[in-house]
């Protein structure tokens, strides 16, 4: 007897990209590189990093060709990370006109004040003077 299947959730992360951008830099991507004679799974660092330690295997065991191949590889990760960098680089001072724009915003609107309010505070409430630097004091509110 077979079952239908179409009312199940799916396993995977497949076909559904709701919320997500397309074409990222995550950095922390895992990439899987078929390079020559091996294969190997890891971040774009990691995976540079590996291929340059295979090739300086492969030269010392007087395997210059395969050593070539190895280093064009890395290569590849290299100008992967180089284009990660350039557009952080072209992205900041986007970054950090947003984030001023949104301190004046808070600033202007007069949001600063993060306290308790008295509901919840109850009738005496701890003042901590932020222009002089005397302790805590003790002031009683008044009913409004």
């Not at 951008?21 to 004679?37: H, I, L, M, T």
């Not at 799974?41 to 030269?59: N, P």
């Not at 191949?69 to 006109?97: F, G, T």
Request: charged share 30%; hydrophobic share 25%.
């Amino acid at each position: 007897m077979k079952h239908n299947n179409s009312n199940r959730r799916s396993r995977g992360r497949g076909g559904n990209n709701n919320g997500r951008r397309g074409g990222g830099n995550n950095r922390a991507k895992v990439f899987d590189s078929n390079g020559p004679d091996v294969r190997i799974r890891g971040t774009a660092h990691q995976i540079c990093e590996k291929y340059e330690a295979l090739a300086k295997d492969a030269r010392a065991a007087g395997d210059y060709v395969l050593a070539e191949s190895y280093l064009q590889h890395a290569e590849h990760y290299q100008r992967v990370i180089i284009s990660w960098n350039d557009q952080a680089e072209k992205n900041k001072p986007a970054q950090a006109q947003q984030e001023k724009s949104q301190e004046n915003s808070v600033s202007e609107n007069g949001n600063d004040d993060l306290s308790l309010p008295n509901s919840i505070l109850g009738d005496e409430v701890n003042v901590t003077s932020t222009a002089s630097s005397e302790n805590v004091q003790t002031k009683e509110l008044e009913d409004a």
